[in-house]
C-alpha cells in the first residue's frame, strides 16, 4: 500500500523566511502526489499536484513543489512566507487510477510570526 | 456554487445512536468519498464509490454504511455511534481520471460530530 511521510508536525519560521515542508512518498508504481492546504474550522483546498508531466510543479499562493523520483519526495516550498500562509498542510498520495483513494499524511501546521 | 456540500455542519449524539451524514455534488462527479480527520492522523478512508451503485471499502470502514443510488449524493451512516467515531467528516468529489482539470478532487466543508 502506498503510505506517506511529513517530517515535522509543526514547523515554525518568520514573516518573510523561505517555507519548506516536507513530503516522502512510497509507492510501487508512478504516484499521483498533492498538497492541500486547510485554514482552521475550513475544508481542504488543493495547492498543487503533480501528475507525471514536469517535475517542478506551481501552485497557488506562491508555492511550488519538486517531485524528486531518486528521493521519493515531494517537498513544499514557498521564498518568503506571509502571515496568511499560517495553515495545516496535507501531502497526499493517489493509490490506484483515479483520485478516489488519496492516501494522506499526518499534516504539518506552519506557523509564521512577525 | 457549484461544489461538495455537507449536512450538518456539527452534530452531538450519544452513544449508540444511529445517523446519517449527508453530502451532494452538483459536479457530475462519479467518484465520490469519505473520510474523517482525527488529531495527528490526517485523513483517512472511510468507503468510496465510482459510480452509482458501486461502493468499497477504504481504510477505516468499520461501524459506517454508504449507498450510492444516484450520482449526486452519497450518503454516510453510523449504525451505532461510539466515542472513537468522534472526528471531522468530509466528503469529497471527483472526476475520472484524465477529466480532473486543474482540481482532481473536490472537499465539503467537513461535519464535525461529538459522540459522548
Known amino acids: 500500500a502506498q503510505s506517506v511521510t511529513q517530517l515535522g508536525s509543526h514547523v515554525s519560521v518568520s514573516e518573510g523566511a523561505l517555507v519548506l515542508l516536507r513530503c516522502n512518498y512510497s509507492?510501487?508504481?508512478?504516484?499521483?502526489l498533492f498538497w492541500y492546504v486547510q485554514y482552521p474550522n475550513q475544508g481542504l483546498q488543493l495547492l498543487l499536484k503533480?501528475?507525471?508531466?514536469?517535475?517542478l510543479v506551481k501552485g497557488i499562493n506562491g508555492f511550488e513543489a519538486e517531485f524528486k523520483k531518486s528521493e521519493t519526495s515531494f517537498h513544499l516550498t514557498k521564498p518568503s512566507a506571509h502571515m496568511s500562509d499560517a495553515a495545516e498542510y496535507f501531502c497526499a498520495v493517489s493509490e490506484g487510477g483515479g483520485f478516489q483513494k488519496l492516501v494522506f499524511g499526518t499534516g504539518t501546521r506552519l506557523l509564521v510570526s512577525p | 456554487n457549484a461544489g461538495v456540500t455537507q449536512t450538518p455542519k456539527f452534530q452531538v449524539l450519544k452513544t449508540g445512536q444511529s445517523m446519517t451524514l449527508q453530502c451532494a455534488q452538483d459536479?457530475?462527479?462519479?467518484?465520490m468519498s469519505w473520510y474523517r480527520q482525527d488529531p495527528g492522523m490526517g485523513l483517512r478512508l472511510i468507503h468510496y464509490s465510482v459510480g452509482a451503485g458501486i461502493t468499497d471499502q477504504g481504510e477505516v470502514p468499520n461501524g459506517y454504511n454508504v449507498s450510492r443510488s444516484t450520482t449526486e449524493d452519497f450518503p454516510l451512516r453510523l449504525l451505532s455511534a461510539a466515542p472513537s467515531q468522534t472526528s471531522v467528516y468530509f466528503c469529497?468529489?471527483?472526476?475520472?481520471?484524465?477529466?480532473?482539470?486543474?482540481?482532481?478532487?473536490?472537499f465539503g466543508d467537513g461535519t464535525r460530530l461529538s459522540i459522548l
Open positions: 469529497a468529489s471527483s472526476p475520472p481520471p484524465g477529466q480532473g482539470g486543474d482540481q482532481p478532487q473536490h
Open positions: 509507492s510501487s508504481v508512478p504516484p499521483y
Open positions: 459536479m457530475n462527479h462519479e467518484y
Open positions: 503533480y501528475t507525471s508531466a514536469a517535475t
